[in-house]
């Protein structure tokens, strides 16, 4: 069975870093890129961006490039994305998604307050 | 990037009625990378329809994608209970970000 298991919520305070992740099993792992996608709260989905495992190549959607940074462990078959300086306006749920969306993590939710 | 444009944003129907969701692009997307999710409250989206027509596994013939360059659209025949919830357009051209259109939700 394909599984995306994602990390717990996360409290954090603006300006603070944090690193979520996204751990697949049931498939192989290196043959499908990894997507993340924003959802905040009552609102729509956002693509954030891609990473392809086989070569760690990432495409950010231009509304998030800069924003945060995806990166992959290849050897544990995780992806993780990060940020450097949170604001109040990175509240929200994330997932992760296998390809386009044939599979998806079960949501991180991260709530950024002071 | 191409913004999807969902219509309507609500729609109001009753058990055992037709569903009919547009999806409009602002550029021409080959339908075999069109796809539709539903997301329930609570949940993480499920894929529904993927290459524009092609049901993922599991869902119920019910459920129907078509169109092709600037228009799609999502089908349910007979709506059920459990239908209604959001629905969301998505294309994933390679060559372009993926997006996402700002949802339907289908309401009894």
């Known amino acids: 069975e394909v599984q995306l298991v994602q990390s717990g919520p996360e409290v954090k305070k603006p300006g603070e870093s944090l690193r979520i992740s996204c751990k697949g099993s049931g498939y192989s792992f290196a043959d499908y890129w990894i997507s993340w996608v924003r959802q905040m709260p009552g609102k729509g989905l956002e693509w954030m961006g891609k990473?392809?495992?086989?070569?760690?190549?990432?495409k950010y959607s231009p509304s998030f490039q800069g924003h945060v940074t995806i990166s992959i462990d290849k050897s544990i078959n995780t992806a993780y994305l990060q940020w450097s300086s949170l604001k109040a306006s990175d509240s929200a749920m994330y997932y992760c998604a296998r390809g386009a969306g044939d599979a998806w993590g079960q949501g991180t939710r991260l709530t950024v307050s002071s | 990037e191409i913004v999807l444009t969902q219509s309507p944003g609500t729609l109001s129907l009753s058990p055992g009625e037709r569903a009919t969701v547009s999806c409009r692009a602002s550029?021409?997307?080959?339908?075999?990378?069109v796809a539709w999710y539903q997301q329930k409250p609570g949940q993480a989206p499920r894929l529904l329809i993927h290459a524009g027509s092609s049901r993922a596994a599991g869902i119920p013939d019910r459920f129907s994608g078509s169109g092709s360059g600037t228009d799609f659209t999502l089908t349910i025949s007979r709506l059920e209970p459990e239908d209604f919830v959001v629905y969301y357009c998505q294309q994933y051209d390679s060559s372009r970000p993926i997006t996402f259109g700002g949802g339907t939700k289908v309401e009894i």
């Open positions: 990473i392809d495992p086989r070569d760690a190549d990432t």
């Open positions: 550029q021409s997307v080959s339908s075999s990378q």
